[in-house]
């Protein structure tokens, strides 16, 4: 009986050790991403992206087919998803879809299905006027034309104030066209460089769906795993405690 009895803590004492070194890595990436998730709002890892080709593959991301963009005199404006892009770079993100583009000697004015957005030639944005528009142009003179509910409006104040007028001869409508090839690599890695953030990156691999079910299950079973590691931790203790009562009464 004794010596089963021993059997039995031995058992004990060795499913605690190795269980802890079974779980250690799991519990380092558990204790770590949780403390960086914790911090989230101060590192602002909600506005920093993953561009790891291999973490995207892993999200299954793939390069995106490059629709038909927007030129103006100067630049290229293309939409993919609720990204908007000048030439290479992102400019803004915008749920509705793009119309057109226009270019003046100041400002670039997009057009989208619910409004219009100015914006600087380095691509800041000035201003946002509501406005549902389904196709936006300009004449020679630099008067910026819109097609708005079926009537044609334009506007000589940047866009401030529109009225209607007799349409003149000429309106230059902002068309699609072929992205030239320049400009499709660089969006289509700016694209997938800003759908991951870093943030839903810690909170996949804290909670394992980062790795799929598999790792779903994996981390479920880390958690019942340490429950196992404190309840054993806390037996062997109070074992040790009661044996050394137990041997002081001897001593004396």
Request: net charge positive; glycine share 6%.
């Amino acid at each position: 009986m004794k010596n089963a009895r021993k059997s039995v803590w031995r058992y004990l004492y060795k499913s605690h050790r190795y269980t802890g070194l079974a779980i250690a890595l799991f519990v380092v990436m558990l204790a770590v991403s949780g403390l960086f998730i914790n911090h989230t709002s101060d590192l602002k890892l909600e506005k920093h992206f993953v561009s790891s080709p291999l973490i995207l593959i892993g999200y299954g991301i793939k390069e995106p087919t490059i629709p038909l963009s927007y030129p103006t005199e100067q630049h290229w404006f293309t939409q993919l998803d609720n990204q908007v892009f000048m030439d290479r770079k992102v400019v803004l993100y915008h749920t509705a879809s793009l119309q057109g583009a226009v270019q003046t000697g100041t400002f670039i004015a997009l057009a989208f299905t619910d409004n219009i957005i100015m914006l600087t030639p380095e691509g800041e944005i000035i201003e946002q006027m509501t406005k549902p528009v389904t196709r936006i142009g300009k004449t020679a003179d630099g008067h910026i034309y819109i097609s708005s509910a079926n009537k044609i409006f334009y506007s000589d104040d940047d866009l401030f104030s529109w009225q209607e007028n007799p349409i003149p001869e000429t309106i230059f409508w902002s068309a699609q066209k072929t992205l030239p090839r320049q400009y499709r690599l660089p969006i289509q890695q700016a694209y997938r460089a800003h759908i991951i953030s870093y943030q839903q990156l810690l909170l996949d691999l804290h909670s394992g769906r980062l790795f799929g079910r598999f790792g779903v299950i994996l981390v479920d079973l880390t958690g019942i795993l340490i429950v196992f590691l404190a309840l054993t931790g806390c037996w062997i203790w109070l074992r040790h405690k009661l044996r050394q009562r137990k041997i002081k009464p001897n001593g004396h």
